[in-house]
């Protein structure tokens, strides 16, 4: 796509040392920090290797170039540390510069300060400069460096991207094609971001010394609660309180403020008002502090953004604003920072949650199930410190075997799925699956002051990570004490039930088949294995009723005959008093989920050929350059879209006039055959054309084509723009196949059963993009009308090949194109001579191209409005 003026928005990143910086395009006011990056924090040696050569005239003439007004072309980045205070510090800069002759090849160059080298700044900035120069149209930057130059070939080679060098004596040209879909760049960019953040997170997770800030003397207040909860904890480090009215408050030193404290504190804990964050937060800051937990609720929205930037600015990672507190039970720390009742006991459970009140029963239950907790997160309004953050750090802290999320919105969730279905293969996630209902999504927006998600995106990100996804508080904690103690089954859901109690064992039995797992039949020859073994009186179908008279050993005899047996793949124990619950074995779903998940290899995204993205990214620009708030595509335009993915539109014709729509009909119906036509109304805006009758179907010979068509003109006037001509659709398979554009979560692809009942039904299935190889057979094999594409009945099966390369196209398409919002094939005739798209209605917006894999923090919250 062609190049665009509009600058890139400035942005905070962490380095690799874990402090933020704010990655923005340079701009006059830059002239003196520029000019003194390269002539007075560059050793004479660098400025060689920068400059080729020593000249006293080369800081001066690169800061008037890259500080200059905007132009096309053109465009110079820096990292800036605490952006925003007089004393900011420029550690780099990066810039590119787009080759007249060759329209999307760039030169580029990048500087660093010396005492800033190898902390990932210039590395940082490339990342960032190529996510801008993408999408200006440039397909590859180039470069010229000493060949001595060690420490920027470095940096190319550490990149991820494929790079080609020519030595040429004492340079070298260096080239680098800038592929967005390289899966080593991505998992490369992935990988820096994680370490990045591990570092941020260490004064926040493992503190050596920590402060109070507002810990008041009052027995009920939340300061003193939890300064309490900390001594008693017998945290490791160092602990101080922040008070100026106060030399000691439960036996620990007081000070009149933090700038005052005989050391910096790794974390600071803030329960001060809510009017006092903002300037507590910068006190902190400015004090060297790099972690804050923020108890204080009712910010508004001024105060959240005072608190953020103040975090931005000074490299302090945040949990909060509104929450609990955190606790991490690791011995060499014993930290109980959360004024809830209870404390947590050491465990192997990381818990993060943006409720208090359900982190409080969520500690309550762990802690009888003597699962324990290794780390808990209260992330209330969640304004930095995230779910995906902590999945990071429970991968990595040698403590965790269970991730335990309560979630009700999402930042970043397509950066979440991406952790989540890594973490996923080295311990189970578990969830609860917030906000179904609509009033439950109010609930979890008016509660965490973010937008709660549509439930149908937020179940294809759990399904797509391998995310157990339970259905309230109970069932989780079932669900985590199942798969913490007990193996996983085998593949095939086959589950033994095994009851002292005969109507004990038909509850568990009926529940088992509620939860779609399967209580056979043992074989015959089992039956008599245990019957063996069992008391008198037992019988030994399936549920198996020992009688309240079995013994221990007899009871562990016919335990071990189930599961050497190979006939089925779990045994459930229930034996009376401390059987089941009225709503029983709700848990035993995770375990069967869990195991077919992780038995299914990783795949990667589905490639298919024959794409002209230049051209779909052509007409998308002419599109929005003529309609600049976007829209529904005519036919003939949405035609030529799908035509660059190669998507199967039958045969039609545009026409805008009775003596074009009698000449198509007869072209696609010629005299002396039986073949029918189909007119079709169109106008600028709609969408259901059967609804108000623009749709004439079966149509035979020039007559009723006209009068078909005078009949349009009589009802629909100067609304109509054209007709569409097409050929009748052989008989088939009605489906649907479509996508939506989530702001935040990305495209959405959904298949099902399709025509007009497609609103009705409850038959269509969705997966994110880009599709997997299993996303597409999940896609498939889902909805409720599944059976029909396997032939049901007698009716032949639909090619299932056209069918998953259908939906790699579109998933593609939805990828490259994220102008695209919304898609709607319906429907898709699918019958012997393969699948045709009878209609389709894509929709054009101007948005800004995302990239899920740029690292950036969460943005400052905008004014109220």
Not at 120 to 129: C, D
Not at 301 to 312: G, H, M, N, V
Request: charged share 20%; glycine share 10%; hydrophobic share 45%.
């Amino acid at each position: 796509m062609s190049t665009t003026r509009q600058q890139p928005p400035s942005a905070e990143a962490l380095l690799l040392d874990g402090t933020t910086v704010t990655v923005r395009p340079l701009r006059p006011g830059d002239h003196e920090a520029v000019r003194c990056l390269h002539a007075d924090r560059m050793s004479p040696g660098n400025q060689r290797l920068r400059f080729f050569a020593m000249s006293e005239r080369a800081p001066s003439e690169t800061a008037d170039r890259l500080c200059a007004t905007a132009h096309e072309g053109f465009l110079a980045l820096g990292a800036v540390a605490a952006d925003g205070l007089p004393e900011q510090e420029l550690l780099g800069v990066v810039e590119y510069e787009v080759d007249d002759k060759r329209p999307t090849v760039a030169e580029m160059a990048v500087a660093v300060a010396d005492d800033r080298h190898h902390q990932g700044v210039a590395t940082l900035l490339i990342e960032h400069l190529l996510h801008a120069a993408r999408g200006r149209g440039v397909h590859a930057f180039e470069a010229d460096a000493l060949t001595d130059n060690r420490a920027v070939h470095k940096v190319f080679a550490d990149l991820g991207l494929r790079v080609e060098r020519r030595v040429q004596g004492s340079e070298t040209r260096v080239v680098v094609p800038l592929d967005e879909n390289d899966e080593h760049y991505l998992a490369t960019v992935d990988d820096r971001g994680r370490f990045a953040d591990l570092a941020s997170l260490v004064p926040l997770l493992q503190p050596r010394s920590v402060a109070v800030v507002g810990a008041s003397r009052r027995a009920e207040s939340v300061g003193h609660a939890v300064l309490l909860k900390i001594r008693h904890g017998r945290f490791t480090g160092r602990l101080w309180a922040v008070n100026a009215h106060a030399e000691s408050v439960a036996d620990v030193p007081c000070y009149a403020t933090v700038a005052q404290l005989p050391d910096v504190p790794d974390l600071a804990v803030l329960a001060v008002p809510a009017a006092r964050v903002g300037a507590v937060a910068e006190e902190c800051g400015q004090a060297g502090v790099r972690a804050l937990v923020v108890l204080t609720a009712g910010l508004d929205r001024p105060q959240s953004r005072d608190l953020l930037a103040a975090c931005r600015r000074h490299s302090m990672r945040m949990v909060g604003p509104n929450c609990l507190g955190i606790a991490v039970t690791d011995p060499a720390i014993s930290l109980d920072a959360q004024f809830g009742t209870v404390s947590a006991a050491p465990g192997c459970a990381g818990v993060a949650v943006q409720s208090g009140g359900v982190g409080i029963a969520l500690l309550e239950h762990l802690n009888a199930l003597r699962i324990g907790i290794s780390s808990f997160v209260s992330l209330g309004d969640k304004y930095d410190v995230s779910g995906n953050d902590l999945l990071q750090w429970w991968e990595r802290d040698g403590r965790t075997d269970l991730a335990i999320l309560h979630l009700e919105s999402f930042g970043s969730p397509r950066a979440f799925s991406r952790t989540a279905r890594r973490v996923s293969r080295s311990m189970p996630v578990l969830t609860v699956d917030a906000g179904r209902s609509a009033a439950g999504r109010r609930g979890a927006a008016s509660h965490t002051s973010a937008a709660a998600t549509p439930t149908v995106t937020r179940r294809a990100l759990f399904a797509q990570a391998g995310i157990t996804a339970t259905r309230g508080i109970g069932e989780l904690v079932e669900a985590a004490a199942l798969l913490h103690a007990q193996p996983l089954p085998g593949a095939g859901g086959r589950v033994a039930v095994v009851s002292n109690a005969a109507g004990m064992g038909v509850l568990a039995a009926d529940a088992c088949d509620d939860a779609g797992l399967a209580v056979p039949e043992l074989p015959l020859n089992l039956v008599r294995e245990l019957l063996d073994v069992l008391p008198q009186g037992a019988k030994a179908a399936n549920p198996v009723d020992t009688t309240p008279a079995i013994e221990p050993g007899q009871l562990v005899a016919a335990v071990d005959l189930l599961v050497s047996s190979g006939s089925v793949d779990a045994v459930l124990l229930c034996l009376a008093p401390t059987g089941l619950a009225a709503d029983p074995l709700r848990d035993l779903r995770a375990a069967p989920g869990r195991r077919s998940w992780l038995a299914e290899p990783p795949s990667g995204e589905r490639e298919v050929d024959g794409i002209d993205q230049e051209g779909a990214e052509a007409l998308v620009e002419a599109f929005l350059t003529e309609h600049p708030d976007g829209g529904w595509l005519d036919p003939p335009t949405a035609s030529r879209l799908l035509h660059c993915y190669g998507l199967p539109l039958g045969d039609s014709t545009w026409t805008t006039s009775e003596r074009d729509a009698v000449v198509a009909a007869t072209a696609l119906a010629p005299a002396g055959h039986q073949n029918r036509v189909v007119l079709k109304a169109y106008w600028p805006g709609q969408v259901h054309k059967s609804e108000v009758g623009a749709v004439r179907t079966g149509l035979l010979g020039r007559d009723q084509v006209r009068l078909a068509h005078q009949d349009f003109v009589r009802r629909f006037g100067n609304r109509l723009a054209g007709v569409l001509v097409q050929p009748m659709a052989a008989p088939g398979t009605e489906l649907f196949a479509g996508m939506v554009q989530d702001e935040v979560f990305g495209p959405l692809v959904t298949f099902g059963m399709g025509g007009t009942a497609t609103d009705l039904l409850d038959g269509r299935s969705a997966r994110l993009a880009p599709l997997s190889e299993a996303d597409i057979h999940t896609l498939l094999t889902t909805p409720q009308g599944s059976p029909l594409l396997f032939g049901y009945r007698g009716a032949p099966p639909v090619d299932l090949g056209i069918l998953e390369d259908l939906l790699a196209r579109l998933s593609r398409m939805a990828c490259d194109l994220p102008q695209l919002t919304d898609v709607d094939l319906n429907p898709l005739i699918a019958g012997r001579a393969g699948i045709t798209c009878v209609d389709a209605q894509l929709r054009l917006e101007p948005r800004e191209i995302p990239d899920p894999y740029l690292r950036r923090l969460r943005r400052i919250p905008g004014p109220r409005g």
